[in-house]
């Protein structure tokens, strides 16, 4: 599968913007998907994911109550919406799949083997 990541780009804080993920090549049936965010200096961090059946998703500390995850196993698309934006969240945001991820390692960016190729995040204070 080829994941393509769009969408970022650049907000003031309290923001909003919404990065899409759009996959080709296969079916996004049977996938989790998965959000992470590099920033400049620091390693990928885990920002959300969905399970397989589009349901209950799973998202860090730093995120929740502010980005929300959706997907569209029809369209293969899967959705990030970023409310709240706060400088601190500036990165670049990465999409990933996987049909092996065991969902208690979710945030393991280890266990997804296919990856968009970013989408910078600016958000300015």
């Known amino acids: 599968v080829q994941l393509q990541a769009s969408g970022g780009g650049l907000v003031q804080a309290g923001g909003s913007l919404r990065l899409s993920c759009s996959a080709s090549?296969?079916?996004?049936?049977?996938?989790?998907v998965g959000w992470f965010r590099q920033a400049p200096g620091k390693e990928r961090e885990f920002v959300a994911a969905?399970?397989?059946?589009?349901?209950?998703?799973s998202y860090s500390d730093s995120v929740t109550g502010r980005f929300t995850m959706s997907r569209d196993n029809v369209k293969s698309t899967s959705y990030l919406q970023m409310n709240s934006l706060k400088p601190e969240d500036s990165a670049v945001y990465y999409c990933?799949?996987?049909?092996?991820?065991?969902?208690?390692?979710?945030?393991?960016?280890?266990?997804?083997?296919?990856w968009g190729q970013g989408t910078q995040v600016t958000v300015s204070s």
């Open positions: 990933a799949a996987d049909r092996t991820v065991i969902w208690g390692a979710k945030a393991d960016s280890n266990m997804y083997d296919y």
């Open positions: 090549g296969s079916t996004f049936r049977g996938y989790v």
């Open positions: 969905m399970n397989r059946y589009s349901s209950n998703p």
